[in-house]
């Protein structure tokens, strides 16, 4: 929508979000940034049990409404199938936010002969974006509406030291698929950014040992790790109507660390 004024700009109220991996990490953050605005939050995700607390949790404290559609992002059928069921229990989708991810550390020559790390991070962190994309945007090009905020990497646009060769790789792809995919649809009033967050605290954190995330923590200009909620917050920026101007940008939230790498 157009944006007109700034009364009520930031409001999600009443518009229909999926989070993939939004009830874990920075997947929590983000679905707790929108459901502060008023936003009806579906979890899309394989943990049933995690999810259900959050729903539950949830629904109690908030406005919206919240539910949850188990999903393997690294299935075509369970992509397809979770989103079919999603729009039999709602006339229509507004937000997606591709957050599900995993993580793939090391060298690139110290992977396996059959390159399995390489192959994994692709079809979950890449692969797996590209098929909640495809589902959804059917559904987002009838109705003529929609935006898709992807959680990417600043690992993407550096060299990181321990090196993270297949990741840093996978979402510098994410990014330009986010460009992409943002020139492609623009035409049908969709709109697609991306979030690169760099440290923030999540289950990967708290099992640092303590002098390496005091180590990690003076390397980042601004000092400290992100929380999820604030990543949350920019996701929330652009899910809404106060963004309306912005298409195929890649916004980097590492507290400066990607400026020094
Ligand atoms: N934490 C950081 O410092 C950091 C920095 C930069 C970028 N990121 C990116 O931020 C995103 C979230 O990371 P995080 O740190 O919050 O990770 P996390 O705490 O490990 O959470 C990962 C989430 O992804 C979901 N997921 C994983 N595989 C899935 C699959 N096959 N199908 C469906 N859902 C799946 C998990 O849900 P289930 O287990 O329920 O399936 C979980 O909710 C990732 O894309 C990551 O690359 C994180």
Redesign the pocket.
């Known amino acids: 929508m157009h944006l007109k004024s700034m009364e009520n700009a930031y409001s999600l109220e009443g518009k229909n979000c999926i989070i993939?991996?939004?009830?874990?990490?920075?997947?929590l953050g983000i679905t707790t940034a929108f459901a502060h605005q008023g936003a009806n939050v579906a979890i899309?995700?394989?943990?049933e049990a995690?999810?259900a607390k959050v729903v539950e949790e949830f629904s109690t404290k908030y406005k919206g409404d919240f539910s949850f559609y188990k999903?393997?992002?690294?299935s075509t059928a369970s992509c397809r199938e979770a989103v079919q069921a999603y729009m039999k229990d709602h006339d229509r989708i507004d937000v997606l936010v591709n957050?599900?991810?995993?993580?793939t550390a090391g060298p690139f020559m110290e992977m396996d002969e059959e390159l399995t790390d390489w192959f994994e991070c692709f079809n979950?962190?890449l692969h797996?974006a590209a098929r909640m994309s495809y589902n959804v945007l059917k559904y987002m090009c009838e109705q003529k509406s929609g935006h898709i905020v992807n959680?990417?990497?600043?690992?993407g646009e550096i060299i990181n030291r321990p090196f993270l060769t297949a990741y840093a790789v996978c979402?510098s792809a994410f990014n330009h698929f986010t460009k992409c995919l943002a020139a492609e649809t623009a035409a049908y009033g969709i709109r697609v950014n991306a979030i690169a967050?760099?440290?923030?605290n999540?289950?990967?954190?708290k099992d640092l040992p303590e002098e390496v995330y005091k180590a990690i923590c003076a390397d980042v200009p601004i000092g400290r790790f992100a929380e999820?909620f604030e990543i949350g917050a920019l996701a929330a920026y652009l899910a809404g109507d106060i963004s309306d101007i912005v298409t195929g940008a890649v916004f980097t939230a590492d507290g400066g660390y990607a400026l020094q790498h």
């Open positions: 993939t991996g939004g009830a874990k990490g920075i997947g899309f995700a394989r943990d995690s999810a999903t393997d992002i690294g957050n599900a991810g995993i993580g979950i962190d797996g959680i990417t990497s600043n690992a979402k967050p760099g440290f923030t999540s289950n990967f954190s999820a």
